[in-house]
């Protein structure tokens, strides 16, 4: 009699099991994919096509963090589109904002950042020519948009700050075999990491899971810096400044960091 209960309860545990497992239940793992957007379960390969496509495609970004280059770290808070961005550059200990209008290139900074002209011998501001020296100029251009001339050395430069397609352009790209790494968050958004050469040394990118696979974190190969990017799509508009807040350092202006 035992020996025949012990037969049903198996039975009636073994038909349990079969129907939570047809169900999904039984304790398995949950599909880290479930309710995405599909990227996740895609080629790494694809993954970083679709991430491309997606910020190629966009109309305007928010791109914040460091920025290795040419031997210097630039910590970066830049709002981009089309036609042009706006936002705050800091390096070796100096500071300033920029702004691109179209073509046209405004630098704004304090006094701090101008003086370091005076043992130059700097020419005054080019609107007052009342003289004073690169300390009055610096004085003058305290927290004003001086416009960058377009055959300035250092217009090419800072322009590039400015350009988002640039930027991505420079940023987006992986160096090695890709793989696909651990599902993640960035700022609460699901995503999915992919990794270039061997333990990421080619760079990483975290890619949304929700909506659009916009990228939205960059770690760059070589540790040339790690970047954020958010508000993707969310337009805005950038205006010149106003004729009484720009003045006119001269034919160049000195040369920024």
Known sequence: MRTRNRAVVAAMCAGLAATLAACGGGGGEKDPDAGTNGVGKLPATKIESKARQAATSANS?????????????????????????????????????????????????????????????????GSDGDGGGAGGAAGKLDNKYVKVPSGDPSYQRLSGFTDMKLLLDGLLGLHGKITTGDHGQVD???????????????????????????????????????????????GFKITAPEKGHVLDYGQQIPETP
Do not use: C
Not at 72 to 96: E, I
């Open 61 to 125: 970004v928010r791109l914040s963090g460091n920025l290795v280059t040419r031997g210097a770290t630039y910590k970066l808070n830049m709002r981009l589109n089309a036609d042009g961005g706006t936002g705050q550059v800091s390096t070796q200990g100096s500071s300033f904002e920029l702004l691109r209008v179209g073509k046209e290139l405004y630098l704004k900074a304090d006094a701090g950042f101008w003086s370091h002209d005076e043992s130059h011998g700097g020419e005054g501001d």
């Open 188 to 234: 609460g958004v699901r995503t999915i990491t992919i990794s270039a050469g061997k333990a990421g040394e080619g760079g990483s990118l975290d890619v949304s899971l929700e909506g659009r696979p916009y990228p939205l974190r960059l770690q760059r190969a070589g540790g040339a810096g790690v970047i954020r990017l958010a508000d993707w799509n969310e």
